[in-house]
């Protein structure tokens, strides 16, 4: 199996910036997919950030210029630095990988970290 440890999240003023991290460990082959997702009060899960094993990445139109998705894939470890936040991004924030663990790729999602933007 996979176990996704996420760290970083916390309160931040609106204007300030966090970065998660996000630790994929187990007896993993290979990965392929990371990303971050978010959810907050009453929403939907959303995809904020994608980036492949190539290193091409992606990000949502709210987050665009303000976010940036890394990784290292010798750590399989996943960044989103988060610069100019918003009390709108507000939410838990999630990583989520698809990895390949005895010949079977599937995804996995961490526990979650709250991060709260005040005004």
């Known amino acids: 199996q996979v176990q996704l440890v996420e760290s970083g999240g916390g309160l931040v003023q609106a204007g300030g910036s966090l970065r998660l991290s996000c630790a994929a460990s187990?007896?993993?082959?290979?990965?392929?997919?990371m990303g971050w997702y978010r959810q907050a009060p009453g929403k939907q899960r959303e995809l904020v950030a994608p980036?492949?094993?190539?290193?091409?990445?992606n990000s949502a139109d709210s987050v665009k210029g303000r976010f940036t998705i890394s990784r290292d894939n010798a750590k399989n470890t996943v960044y989103l630095q988060m610069n100019s936040l918003k009390p709108e991004d507000t939410a838990v924030y999630y990583c989520?990988?698809?990895?390949?663990?005895?010949?079977?790729?599937?995804?996995?999602w961490g526990q979650g970290t709250q991060v709260t933007v005040s005004s």
């Open positions: 187990g007896s993993i082959f290979s990965i392929n997919f």
């Open positions: 980036i492949t094993n190539g290193g091409r990445t």
């Open positions: 989520n990988t698809e990895a390949v663990v005895g010949g079977v790729s599937r995804r996995y």
